[in-house]
């Protein structure tokens, strides 16, 4: 019998934390672990913990603890919400590698572990940076083990932090064009850039982010509900808020339209206008097989993204949105590629998140589909292609050509 090949995942997303990270996290190891002895070397309670389920096993490992407790919870109310945010920017300005204690931490746990069983591979997850440091510096000692880089977001490229953070995270981009042997990211604009500029790596390679559930709807017997419902998933933050898609549907409202937006997980950092409080219902957050459920319920299902020169942005939810086959509603940069690939599966209508006027008239569109029967969805085999199983079999065919040289 072939001896399976052992791979450290070193990441800061992991159950029982939740976010996007996690669910790709979580689904590297799902999949991996049925090909490969995995282990986990995550942030949480400093702990170890035995998945019998599948061949994975979980070190946590502790940080800072007043980060911890100021981490966002979709409960929080948006005053609330505000304060967690500068404390902890104020906080980072005197604490400036709050995760140094789990870099530190993770380093020796790791080679602890390698000193019982050798790791053939490793795989970390950026953001944050201390994931790929830990990789780092282990391959420091021990320049034999594999190492691959994925790239959720863009590092220094991103045009969103200050000078300062560029600079560091330069840094960390030449450490791992020094010493990584592939990188993977979530979409082909991000992997082109790191393709420009890590000249050292040998292998690059696009693994998307997916859906992750086994429910299907039976999209050729699907009862219409009696009013046209909008449904929202998610948390709104930062420039992601709702204000130019609710002026647009206050429009349809004061004619004497009868709509509802259904609103789960939401933070309440945003204004509703009064013509609309009868029309916006806000549920608490839902876990995620309960959301895909509720999704299928729904007439369209909201996608909201602003235009900028940040680009390769798929945004977790939309894999979620094409799985379930109803309409998307996407307000989002119409030239990235989330924008494309909802229009190459005719799954929704995609418009500006600024055009006020050119949502208004999607809305009227998606209403009249609604009433005539017109349907926007994926085709099954299109939906069943973005499962997050097929895209770690990308990852899976990359670590055995890795592995055979």
């Not at 950026?126 to 790929?132: L, T, V």
């Not at 691959?148 to 960390?172: P, T, W």
């Not at 299928?296 to 909201?304: A, E, I, Q, R, S």
């Amino acid at each position: 019998m072939k001896k399976r090949k052992k791979i450290a995942l070193i990441t800061t997303w992991y159950p029982p934390n939740h976010s996007v990270a996690t669910n790709r996290m979580e689904a590297f190891a799902q999949y991996l672990s049925e090909d490969f002895d995995l282990e986990v070397f995550t942030l949480g309670a400093s702990r170890k913990v035995d998945d019998n389920k599948r061949t994975i096993t979980v070190f946590y490992s502790s940080s800072n603890w007043l980060f911890e407790k100021l981490r966002d919870k979709q409960t929080d109310h948006a005053l609330f919400h505000k304060f967690k945010v500068l404390i902890r920017i104020l906080i980072s300005k005197i604490i400036k590698n709050p995760l140094n204690q789990w870099k530190n931490a993770t380093v020796k746990k790791l080679i602890a572990s390698h000193n019982k069983i050798p790791f053939d591979l490793m795989i970390s997850s950026f953001s944050p940076q201390e994931a790929h440091l830990v990789a780092i510096e282990f391959r420091k000692h021990y320049p034999e083990t594999l190492w691959i880089a994925d790239m959720r977001d863009e590092m220094s490229h991103n045009s969103f932090i200050s000078g300062d953070a560029k600079r560091q995270l330069l840094e960390v981009e030449q450490l791992v064009d020094k010493y990584a042997i592939a990188v993977t990211s979530v979409s082909d604009p991000i992997l082109k850039y790191f393709k420009k500029e890590m000249r050292n790596v040998k292998y690059f390679e696009e693994i998307r982010n997916g859906f992750n559930h086994e429910y299907r709807r039976n999209v050729e017997n699907t009862a219409k509900s009696d009013v046209f419902t909008v449904g929202y998933f998610g948390t709104f933050y930062g420039s992601i808020k709702p204000d130019i898609f609710f002026t647009a549907l206050a429009k349809l409202v004061d004619k004497g339209q009868k709509i509802k937006v259904e609103l789960y997980g939401v933070h309440q950092n945003f204004h509703i206008p009064r013509s609309l409080q009868e029309s916006i219902t806000i549920h608490p957050p839902v876990d995620y097989h309960q959301a895909i459920q509720l999704m299928m319920l729904m007439d369209v299902n909201l996608l909201l993204h602003p235009t900028s020169e940040r680009k390769g942005v798929f945004t977790g939810k939309l894999f979620d949105y094409l799985s379930v086959q109803k309409p998307i509603f996407a307000c989002i940069d119409t030239n990235d590629v989330a924008a494309e690939l909802i229009n190459d599966l005719h799954a929704g209508y995609v418009m500006s998140f600024e055009d006020e006027q050119e949502i208004e008239h999607q809305l009227e569109k998606a209403i009249s589909d609604w009433q005539n029967g017109v349907n926007m969805w994926a085709e099954t085999e299109d939906v069943e292609n973005l499962h997050r199983k097929k895209q770690v079999e990308k990852l899976k065919k990359l670590i055995e050509i890795l592995l055979e040289k």
